[in-house]
């Protein structure tokens, strides 16, 4: 039985348009038209020398902005300061103690300088890139910028500044303040503390180009310390004597800058006035310089301040500066004697007069 549906039948009113052969003739008619002027429109592109339509062209990347030198006045213990072009060889380090000049108290040495806030160094090798270890440096260094002129005194030693004996160790910020203010000295700040270990001379070490582990207590092995026994008031003690490689101040007779100051590099941090700091957030104001006994940057400029005020590592010790005196005290003069009282002059007596 054939089914009579309204839908079967091609001719009926209801049925589907695009079943029938015209409308599937149109569809071809158009799509073969679109089809050929698409290839004569190709075929025009290639063919003319500008072509017909302008086909957008990939836009060249943007030249890379020059990078600024990376400078020795870095922050943190991840940074460096290195492989930028070197300059004019710097005049060679000062050798020769300087004469007393009575500008300082006893103990301290006077340092007078221009102070160069943005130096350029290239180094040779690294002994480790990832932590900004040099051995070598080039022997060449460049200031970028205008000096400061600076002058100041600053102690021999570290805290408390005796030679022979080890320097204080595990104090924060306030209190090392506090020590230098309780001697009539304050902390010195970071460019001071800069100059004096660097010298005229700008060295990227008290002593020279080259790192050298027997010139300063420097490089020594690292041990881990453990943190909760540190933080027991009852085991900080034993914790620090087990962690301590400290030597005593002066002992190493090589490990002394071109101003004439002793374990700059090594030995112990030495908290600083980082004027450029803050007090709330990194970089703080209470930086440490030099390094300490491990294997370190242990180098003249770099600076880490990214410890705040009450920090107490088991490695950081101090160093106190001071203002020097305007002029050199005068020695006293013995007061000369009183004049002498002169005797009154008499009266001279009125001649009689003769009648």
Partial sequence: ??????????????????????????????????????????????????????????????????????????????????????????????????????????????????????????????????KDRCGDFYETSRCLGPTIKKKFCIDTYEYPNQLGEKPLLSLDWDAARQLCEAADKRL????????????????????????????????????????????????RAAEVARLDQREASGSRESCVSPFGVFDMTGNVDEWVDYERGSFTQAPYRSGLKGGYWGPVRNRCRPITATHNRWHTGYQVGLRCCRDPDVRPPKEAQPASPP?????PKKKSQPRAQTP
């Avoid at 009113?13 to 569809?27: E, G, I, K, V």
């Fill in 339 to 343: 004049p002498k009282e002169r005797a």
């Fill in 188 to 235: 010195c700040t970071a460019d001071e503390w800069t100059l004096s270990c660097e010298g005229h001379g700008r060295l990227p070490y008290p002593y020279g180009y080259a790192r050298d582990k027997e010139a300063c207590n420097i490089d020594k092995p690292y041990i881990s310390p453990d943190d909760r026994a540190y933080a027991n008031p009852e085991k």
């Fill in 1 to 130: 039985m054939e089914y009579a549906g309204r839908f079967s039948d091609p001719d009926s009113r209801f049925a589907d348009p695009r079943s029938t052969p015209s409308f599937a003739m149109q569809r071809l008619t158009q799509l073969y038209r679109v089809g050929r002027w698409l290839v004569v429109m190709g075929m025009a592109a290639v063919i003319l020398p500008d072509g017909l339509i302008e086909w957008p062209q990939p836009r060249p990347a943007p030249a890379p902005a020059p990078t600024a030198p990376e400078l020795e006045t870095d922050v943190g213990d991840a940074t460096k300061e290195q492989m930028t072009p070197a300059g004019t060889p710097p005049p060679k380090p000062i050798t020769q103690r300087p004469t007393p000049t009575g500008q300082c108290p006893e103990g301290m040495v006077y340092v007078s300088g221009d102070f160069c806030p943005g130096l350029a160094h290239t180094c040779k090798h690294y002994l480790d890139e990832k």
